[in-house]
């Protein structure tokens, strides 16, 4: 397929009359360009009702690494729910620190597999060194919205609320100008933790039972599996 014939803003009508095939051959010629534009267009892909398009950007994009973080966050703010659940999920698997806020305050929205892979995510970003920044974006808000984020992730994991906690205690991390450069394993990080068993900061344990699968189409509320001749 020419680049000429897909730009920006037609990802939709050139992947409707296109099988499996074009579609991994379309996603696949987007990661090797990896430039602005691909990038844009894979993320596009998480917009698509395809559950196996968005899949095939899902995983794309996590091969890409960081640089498609910053070009996911938009994505957190708007769009279908089905686009919110990937860019989420990409986001946590990243470890991309400054998806933190965002996913926070998908933790209220409206639609609960929105809710459930935010919550994930957040899981998932702490698991990857991102506890310290989950902390600071909660240290930023009021008590009245830290609680019940605070109680939803405890539920979820609660050695992450523990460390939570503890962080936002830590007025050094917390007032810190540049949350970009605090990670779990950073110098600051492991100091104040002093005294607290390593290997339980680094890698705490993914929780049981949570598991965002692939989100199903608007017309389908089903979740059809990667070979099942459901998936567009």
């Known amino acids: 397929m020419s680049e000429d014939k897909i730009g920006a803003g037609r990802t939709l009508d050139a992947m409707s009359a296109r099988g499996l095939a074009g579609k991994r051959d379309y996603v696949r010629s987007l990661e090797q360009r990896r430039d602005e534009e691909a990038l844009s267009l894979l993320v596009e892909c998480l917009c698509d009702e395809s559950w196996y398009l968005r899949e095939l950007a899902e995983s794309a994009l996590l091969r890409l690494g960081a640089a498609a973080g910053e070009t996911l966050l938009p994505l957190l703010e708007q769009g279908l729910w089905f686009s919110r659940v990937s860019s989420a999920r990409v986001l946590g698997r990243l470890g991309y620190g400054p998806a933190a806020g965002g996913l926070l305050r998908l933790c209220a929205d409206s639609n609960a597999p929105v809710v459930q892979a935010s919550r994930a995510a957040l899981a998932e970003l702490a698991h990857r060194g991102g506890s310290v920044r989950i902390a ?28 939570l906690e503890r ?12 949350p970009d450069d605090l990670r779990d394993d950073s110098d600051l990080v492991r100091a104040s933790e002093e005294g607290v068993e390593w290997e339980i900061l680094t890698g705490p344990p993914k929780p049981r039972g949570v598991q965002t699968a ?14 099942s001749p459901s998936a567009r």
């Not at 930023?140 to 979820?156: D, S």
């Not at 962080?167 to 540049?178: A, S, V």
């Open 136 to 163: 600071w974006e909660l240290h930023r808000m009021g008590p009245e919205k830290r609680k019940p984020l605070l109680e939803q992730l405890g539920a979820l994991d609660k050695p992450l609320l523990e460390r």
């Open 167 to 178: 962080m936002l205690r830590n007025d050094e991390l917390m007032t810190t100008d540049d």
């Open 214 to 227: 692939a989100a199903p189409t608007e017309r389908n509320p089903a979740v059809p599996g990667p070979g």
